[in-house]
């Protein structure tokens, strides 16, 4: 039998397990509050939440609403859950949680330093993030080259300590009105921990089965009483993760012509595997959090959080010939991107009530620097003019900062209905930095330091924009089981006007067992600074490619003047089932479109393509950018409203708690996503660029196919004494992205249906300490090859790009199995 056959026979018995447990003797006798907690534990391994019972803060503006009653689809993830993937990385955690939920696993260049994650198959820029419900700053590294997360400058989630989270609050619904712009695809809430006693401290170990990605996370949590009616929460945490190599044979280095005429090539290790640069970045990372709240009089509480980071990281970028620079690399070399990255967020308010009004009052700023680097590199210009050239260079640096301040009101108001009408108000106030410092003079000199040249002035800047906006929400129950919430938002930005939003949300419960939720709401999302204003040359062996600004005289060239708002809209029905007291089951379909959506291009050609223009070539140099001249393919990419898309989709989630007595407890749950997504329109192509147009075959998949249309997780968590087995099958339907060597013949690259297991056995020694080991792709599944085709076209060319044998869209990356173990001590 086929292993991928055998993983997804485990998969359909753990589905017939689970629904067959309703016939098992006892099952449902368990104590209700068991019965109630052990659904949430499910729920929470599923990817379908944590309490169902508890009390949720997100989606709605009225207080005591509990996750199981909410009129939208939320999804509550405890700390439980989290640390249950084995994964000590929140954006892989959330990732393996929620099947709308999709992770990078790779990236180009810098973005390979800072992976993100998508909701529902749109933009990490749809998604909006909240920590203890105040908006998250985005990160300042943008992902600018090609893929399914290109131009994403989400918050990055890896800068919040796992261990001090509470639990994680995911609205999968358009919330624009509520929460803001960007919350078009949904809205993830951490919620910190608060307790002001104990604390836990963990030890996490692993690596990749086939070698490399070590790992070693520790992490410890402490609760404090500063003073009476006071919470002061500490978490710390160190990450180490070590580099990962997937890639091939680059084709250079077995070119009958450069191995006889550069033989100091024999002698770079691991010849001629010499090109790393398919695998995964090395890092350190060391974050800080902290949650404070003082009750000060019985109705009013100060409180402020904060968080702090520090990354230092590194990835392998392109091997270069010895005949780049001979007399310093005379057996080649393979230059490393670096970035030293500091991010940064506080928060302070005070809430309280007045005159019969809650009213909370806060400030929150966040800002994130990450300087580039280039080591083991030089600039061959600098040393053909000058004869010499420095090795490690200053390439710039990004700096992205927000400051927002909210004013928030609610009362209730007896009007006679089944429940008060609880309304709900807020102005807010935010300003958005966004800054490119150039390099140094070295890196930036003619085609600048090789592998990534360094930011030139024309790339630098500075620039900030400023947004006003008030809301209002009427939620209530006009009958005993009818809830209606209301919500509108009005927007002022500076650079782009006014913008009006709204949402009607409702649910009908025909009986504790049946009911019934939709969502009707419009959004608008402005573009981030950095998708307006990012620009850069990124480079290759044989390519140079710079990226325009939107906003540059260099893109008025090609007929592109800045950048519009994106306009959404954001239909949603779900119907709500508990047919028996251990058993939860919801079911939701929404449509999403999006007009004027914001994509990045795909190679638009200058020289070296099947098709070229000339108005590329004078954009590159109205912006100043000088490339080098031995390199055989040149153009740009740039940021365009260029598409309409709309996405539908289904999400499904069943939990089942199954009590078999002696032989323990087991938590059954199914969770699925179905997405679609679909380019409805292509806006036309700038006269200046044709016969060239602004998406590609591989752009235009990157958005409708790179991510599998269907996901599904099938949980078991089996508790027997002091044992704990949480295992777990993903399965993740097909994916694919057409990829070109110039442009002129695109070949399909498709990973099959695949079945990935996770299994962690844990044990509890006792009141303190407990133990885990555990798998995250158990069988070391790989996804599907790069089309043969694809990589025939590149060796021919003698393009390095054939190194990459594995898909970078991978769901579930390219690395294989990953096995941990993990301590924990709890006090």
């Known amino acids: 039998m086929h292993k991928a056959t055998l993983k997804i026979g485990v998969a359909a018995v753990l589905s017939t397990l689970a629904f067959g447990a309703y016939a098992v003797p006892g099952a449902a006798a368990a104590d209700a509050d068991d019965a109630q907690a052990a659904t949430a534990t499910a729920a929470a391994d599923a990817g379908a939440g944590a309490s169902v019972s508890s009390v949720i803060v997100t989606g709605t503006r009225a207080g005591g609403i509990k996750a199981e009653n909410s009129a939208s689809p939320i999804t509550v993830v405890d700390s439980g859950s989290l640390q249950r993937t084995g994964q000590p990385d929140l954006i892989q955690a959330l990732a393996q949680n929620l099947p709308s939920f999709t992770a990078q696993a790779f990236g180009g260049d810098t973005a390979n330093l800072t992976l993100s994650a998508r909701l529902r198959g749109l933009s990490p820029n749809n998604t909006l993030v909240l920590v203890n419900g105040k908006r998250r700053h985005g990160t300042a590294n943008l992902a600018v080259l090609g893929g399914p997360y290109q131009g994403g400058a989400a918050a990055d989630l890896n800068y919040i300590p796992v261990a001090a989270i509470d639990h994680i609050e995911v609205l999968q619904d358009g919330a624009a009105a509520q929460y803001g712009s960007d919350a078009i695809a949904g809205v993830v809430n951490i919620i910190l921990k608060s307790n002001n006693h104990g604390g836990t401290a963990s030890v996490n170990g692993g690596g990749y089965s086939d070698g490399g990605g070590r790992t070693l996370d520790g992490s410890a949590n402490i609760g404090l009483e500063p003073f009476a009616d006071a919470y002061l929460n500490l978490t710390v945490e160190s990450k180490y993760h070590g580099y990962s190599d997937r890639g091939g044979i680059d084709p250079r280095v077995i070119d009958p012509a450069n191995m006889a005429a550069y033989p100091g090539m024999f002698q770079e290790p691991g010849y001629p595997h010499v090109n790393h640069i398919a695998g995964d970045a090395q890092y350190h990372l060391n974050i800080f959090s902290a949650n404070f709240g003082y009750d000060f009089a019985p109705d009013a509480q100060v409180y402020a959080t904060v968080t702090a980071g520090r990354k230092e990281a590194r990835a392998f970028e392109n091997y270069r010939l010895p005949s780049r620079l001979p007399k310093i690399y005379p057996t080649g070399f393979s230059p ?99 800054e490119i410092q150039a390099g140094d003079p070295a890196s930036r000199y003619k085609e600048g330091s090789q592998s990534y040249p360094g930011f030139s002035l024309t790339d630098a800047g500075s620039h900030r924009r400023t947004n006003q906006a008030a809301y209002i929400d009427f939620a209530t129950n006009p009958l005993t089981d009818w809830t209606v919430d209301v919500a509108g938002r009005y927007e002022h930005f500076s650079d782009f006007g006014n913008a009006k939003v709204g949402k009607v949300t409702s649910r009908y419960d025909f009986s504790p067992v049946v009911g019934v939720r939709g969502t009707v709401s419009n959004g608008f999302r402005a573009p981030t600074l950095a998708e307006e204003y990012y620009s850069a040359t990124n480079v290759g062996p044989t390519t140079a490619f710079v990226q325009l600004a939107p906003n540059s005289a260099g893109a008025k060239l090609v007929g592109v ?38 994509v990045g291009s795909g190679a638009l050609y200058g020289s070296g393509g099947a098709v070229n223009s000339p108005a590329v070539t004078a954009a590159i140099k109205a912006n100043g950018n000088v490339l080098d001249s031995t390199v055989s393919q040149t153009g740009i990419n740039i940021f365009s409203n260029a598409v309409n898309t709309r996405s539908r989709g289904l999400e499904f989630v069943t939990t089942v708690n199954s009590n078999y007595g002696t032989a323990g407890r087991v938590d059954w749950s199914i969770a699925a996503n179905y997405n679609k997504v679909e380019v409805t329109k292509i806006n ?107 990589l025939a076209d590149q060796r021919a060319a003698g393009d390095n790009a054939a190194v990459t044998v594995l898909p970078n869209f991978s769901p579930f990356g390219i690395n294989g199995g990953y096995y941990y173990a993990r301590a924990n001590y709890k006090f």
């Open 336 to 434: 490393k991107e670096t970035m030293k990255e500091e991010d940064f967020a506080v928060t302070a308010g005070v809430k309280g009530k007045l005159e019969g009004w809650n009213l909370d009052l806060s400030s929150t700023y966040g800002r994130d620097k990450a300087r580039i680097g280039v080591a083991d590199s030089g600039n061959v210009s600098l040393f053909n003019d000058t004869g010499y050239t420095p090795t490690v260079f200053s390439a710039g640096a990004f700096i992205a900062s927000q400051l927002t301040t909210t004013l928030e009101a609610s009362r209730e108001f007896e009007i006679g209905w089944a429940k008060p009408l609880n309304i709900a108000g807020g102005i807010e106030h935010r300003i958005d930095k966004y």
């Open 561 to 598: 003047d800045g950048l519009k708002p994106e306009h959404s809209n954001n239909l949603s029905f779900g119907l709500v089932l508990n047919p028996v007291s251990n058993v939860s089951m919801t079911l939701d379909v929404y449509q999403i479109k999006i007009r004027d959506r914001i």
């Open 684 to 790: 036309q192509a700038p006269t200046q660029l044709l016969p060239q147009t602004l998406l590609d075959k591989t752009a235009i998949s990157d958005l409708e196919t790179a991510s599998p249309k269907l996901r599904v997780n099938l949980g078991a968590l089996w508790k027997v004494g002091n044992w704990t087995v949480n295992l777990r099958e993903a399965i993740y339907g097909k994916s694919s992205e057409y990829g070109s060597e110039d442009g002129s013949v695109y070949h399909k690259t498709e990973i099959s249906t695949k079945a990935i297991t996770d299994l962690e056995v844990g044990y509890k020694i006792n009141n303190a300490w407990s133990l885990a080991v555990g798998a995250n792709n158990l069988f070391n599944t790989y996804p599907n090859g790069v089309n043969p085709a694809l």
